[in-house]
């Protein structure tokens, strides 16, 4: 071949090298065009992201950004897209127009779910809304959450609670932290409704020892900002060790578990009683070892935090507001008459006690931005594009105090619910304090009567005042948010039993 035509097919084939790079950019671009844009957000820096305008606070840094960016804007923590809803209609959209191709999950890396074996076990942090995890809701429901099987439950939870007001009534005159003992209320309430037993006592949490000393300390671990998260590449090399230390704390709580497990099993059947909890059904269905144990250790993790928040919250706000707090006292002054406890069958007759757990739950959700979602496939929102694999987060926090949806936001108003036929069980997106849709929070009726029951407990047989004879108008309302939306300082009160 004559030298010259080597020398132009070479340059025509370098000419195709430099020009394809060019064509690949138009295209893509074209491409681009006829979808609609990511949602708007601040300046992404590169390789951090957003990260360092998060701050310590990313509750108010996100509600910030959604007042300035809209309704529905993006952020990028690290290489992690995450995509916020901050109104009613982004939610509605996200939880229910879009709820098939967005309810996938975001699993942090520190969750045991984290692992694919694991993660098929899991009710809360499945990937998907697949056949496994459709099975384990509707064990679940029926066993757990079914209205029959909730008021079964009643004279358990009334027990409880009683015998929680009996450890404060012991405790008279002495300062007691509200959150520990709603805690431990809480932790032993559930572990008779799937274990047939109490798991601590309220000396135990006031040490906080033993198993609710184990449970601090994975929520302690969970909590911290993890660079595996934002830098998913990074996940195997477990930089923080976090993911080492969930895990070890997670199979100590699977050997407790396993135990109580073992012994159950091995029970014969003529010692099992005619009333069987959860773990016996769980047993008859054929659930091994590892399955029970990730759903206890779900199920009792997910219940106390969120249940010992809002009863902490519901008394600091009534304790605040005297007014509100008059009301509920004379409300169950004559609901209540000659009893020796608070039932749930009380609570219908309960309007204005149950408006003030549904306005501490508007102003401090449990979980301020639910549990993350995760687009399984690419989809579009309110003229958005969501990529698949982003994040979502729904700022429930944020919709609660939205002056377009709620009057005077900011303040503790229960009258509101009473003029009112909102309700938090998914299908008014102005107030979700447990979500919507297929992710909606499976343990919401059994949380509906258990928080109002130990609200109205606590103030039934007993009254509350600050100690060092502090003003209530005085009191630090500051949230600190981390698994769950905490009060930053907690609440102490001295008990008086009434006479």
């Not at 100590?252 to 909890?277: N, V």
């Not at 004379?330 to 149950?354: C, F, G, T």
């Not at 009254?463 to 300082?489: F, H, R, V």
């Amino acid at each position: 071949m004559p030298e010259t035509l080597v020398m132009e097919v070479t340059n025509f084939l370098f000419s195709i090298l430099l020009i394809l790079p060019v064509f690949y950019l138009i295209l893509k671009h074209f491409k681009d065009s006829k979808c609609p844009p990511i949602p708007p957000g601040p300046f992404s820096w590169p390789i951090l992201g957003n990260l360092l305008q998060i701050g310590d606070n990313p509750l108010a840094t996100l509600t910030e950004f959604g007042q300035t960016y809209g309704p529905l804007f993006s952020i990028k923590l690290g290489s992690q897209r995450v995509v916020v809803a901050s109104s009613s209609t982004a939610a509605m959209e996200i939880l229910k127009t879009q709820d098939r191709l967005l309810s996938g999950r975001f699993v942090p890396h520190v969750a045991p779910a984290k692992s694919p074996k694991l993660n098929n076990l899991s009710l809360g942090w499945s990937f998907e809304c697949n056949e496994s995890w459709k099975y384990l809701r509707t064990v679940c429901r029926m066993q757990l959450f079914a209205g029959r099987t909730i008021e079964n439950q009643s004279c358990l939870r009334e027990e409880r609670v009683m015998k929680m007001v009996k450890y404060i009534v012991s405790m008279e005159g002495k300062p007691v932290k509200i959150r520990d003992i709603a805690f431990a209320m809480t932790f032993n309430m559930l572990g008779n409704i799937l274990l047939s037993r109490d798991l601590i006592n309220f000396e135990q949490e006031s040490d906080d020892g033993g198993m609710s000393g184990v449970l601090r300390t994975i929520m302690e671990v969970a909590i911290q900002p993890n660079i595996s998260d934002f830098y998913p590449f990074l996940g195997p090399f477990d930089l923080q060790g976090l993911r080492k230390k969930s895990m070890e704390i997670y199979h100590k709580l699977c050997a407790i578990f396993e135990a109580i497990t073992k012994e159950r099993r091995e029970k014969k059947s003529g010692d099992i009683p005619s009333q069987q909890d959860f773990l016996d059904a769980l047993i008859s269905i054929g659930s091994s070892n590892d399955q029970i144990n990730f759903l206890l250790i779900e199920l009792i993790t997910a219940g106390t935090d969120t249940s010992s928040s809002t009863i902490e919250w519901t008394l600091t706000e009534l304790i605040k507001n005297p007014k509100c707090m008059k009301i509920v006292k004379a409300e169950l002054a004559r609901e209540i008459v000659d009893q020796d406890m608070v039932r749930e069958s009380h609570l219908p007759k309960l309007p204005y006690l149950q408006a003030c757990v549904k306005e501490t739950l508007r102003l401090h959700p449990p979980a301020p931005f639910l549990l993350p979602h995760r687009a399984v496939e690419s989809c579009q929102v309110l003229n958005y594009t969501i990529p698949k694999d982003s994040q979502l987060l729904v700022n429930v926090w944020a919709i609660g105090r939205d002056p377009m949806y709620w009057k005077d936001p900011l303040t503790f108003k229960p009258e509101r619910f009473l003029e009112s036929s909102l309700d938090f069980k998914g299908n008014d997106f102005e107030f979700l304090p447990f979500g919507a849709g297929r992710r909606i929070c499976p343990g919401l009726p059994m949380a509906a009567k258990h928080v109002p029951l130990v609200v109205a407990s606590l103030i039934h047989f007993l009254d509350w005042s600050l100690p060092y004879g502090k003003d209530p108008l005085d009191m630090n309302m500051s949230e600190k948010y981390g698994i769950t939306l905490i009060k930053e300082e907690p609440l102490i009160l001295i008990p008086k039993v009434k006479s």
